[in-house]
């Protein structure tokens, strides 16, 4: 694999949200968001007052957005914002390339969304709406007809594609099945000419050496800040 500098990883959401994944969301050249029902995330060209005025503008009162940024984000007028953790970017060091059993493992599809998202209240690995799908291709695996394991593709931007939603219900746990699904993932990534990459919070240590042993490593780190109109704070 390549050395790239790896530029368009450096703002993720608005990487996405202004290339290949353009058609999922909604604003303009000063403040972007996913459609509510894809993803919570927004992004703004640069930390200005008209930037964050744009991204107001986006926004009902109650709603809440979240933005990735390399520090805790400052006042912002007519918005409240709160810190709600880090975030660890992780890249693929290498492309995989060994074969991997997916005898079991199904694409999942529309007629799948009410157990992604039962799966996914189980199991809380994120986000995760009913358009969420749409982002990229998502894999499972269903036992005696129950989803209990998937995985799948989320931000995309031009060279990259994230891995997320990975999620095993708590009785096939230990079994490596999101290992598979993402190693799955990784390779066909990886056939496309693509790099993969994911999002994980810093404090969440089993995921982070799950994914080291996979071979991902640190990138970098981002504040993630949730971000409403101010008028509907507590």
Known sequence: MSRPTHA??????WSALTTKQAHLGQGDALARRFHPDVAPFAAVASETPDA????????????LVAILSTDTLPGIDALQAKRVGTINQMIATQRFTQIIDDSDVI???AAD???????????????FGRRTREMGRYIGIREHGELVAMAGERMTTDGYVEISAVCV????????????????????IGERGDTPFLHVFSHNEGAIALYERLGFGVRHAFALTQVGHAASAD
Request: hydrophobic share 40%; proline share 7%.
């Open 169 to 188: 219900d708590e009785r096939c746990r230990g079994r490596g099945l999101a290992g598979r699904l993402m190693n799955i993932l990784r390779k066909e």
């Open 107 to 109: 694409a999942l599809g």
């Open 52 to 63: 964050w005025r744009a991204l107001h503008a986006l926004m009902q009162p109650g709603e």
């Open 8 to 13: 368009a990883l450096d703002r993720p959401i």
């Open 113 to 127: 969304v009410d157990d992604m998202l039962a799966l996914v209240q189980r199991t809380k690995p994120g986000p």
